[in-house]
């Protein structure tokens, strides 16, 4: 009798561990590099609540973390920890390509944007390109190849928009495809004021936090 509890107990232990992994993870068939992507947001999580220590209460952790990242009141050195700083140079070696995660700024808006055919240099610079010099024109590229955003028309952030029910999540993913980067205060802003129990409990807005703030501020920190 006592063997069979103990089979059972082992048993649901296995159930909940598959289970909550299945839940931590997101499946895109389009995406080269899942592997890396899925452990870096499990990193992500482990990280956030080893540090608010709020034990299971996912809501109250997240709404801590976006409202510190609005008060620009946090160190996000004493948060990463040392397998999330490496995840974070691993995928910063495959940012090459227009399905990488990053992209350079000035690669993102060379990018059309899904289903439309068309280019859409937003940015003020790029709009100007006919009176820039030569000599300019070589020092901007130089300087853009150099910086790295998150690619919102890429893989990942496209299976997120497609897969999500959140349709905040889905709105704010849209209208970032159009106007680019922004500063990770205005997001984390957006998020709060939005209703928690929907938001927070979304999987696919959790891993867009995890890309979109959390290791976008790790990769600039390094």
Known sequence: MKTTIIISIILVSILCSCYNKKQNTIQCGTISNQKIINKAFVSFEN?????????NDTIGTY???LS?????????KTIASNKSRNITGKILENASTDNSLWI??????????????????????L??????????????????NNMLVLNYKGPLIQCLKNNSKNND??????????????????????????NPEDTFRSKEVK???????YYYMLMIAA
């Open 169 to 194: 999540l889905t709105k704010i993913i849209e209208k970032l495809e159009w106007i680019g980067p922004i500063n990770p205060k205005i997001i984390a802003d957006g998020f709060n004021a939005i």
């Open 104 to 125: 350079s700024y000035y690669d993102y808006y060379r990018q059309p944007i899904e289903n439309n055919k068309e280019e859409i240099p937003t940015s003020q610079i």
């Open 47 to 55: 990280d956030l609540f080893a540090y608010y220590k709020l034990e």
């Open 68 to 76: 510190e990242i609005s008060s620009m009141s946090i160190d996000l």
């Open 63 to 65: 709404k801590k973390f």
């Open 127 to 144: 709009e100007n390109l006919d009176i820039e010099t030569e000599e300019e024109k070589k020092i901007r590229i130089q300087q853009e």
């Open 207 to 213: 891993i867009f936090i995890a890309f979109e703030i």
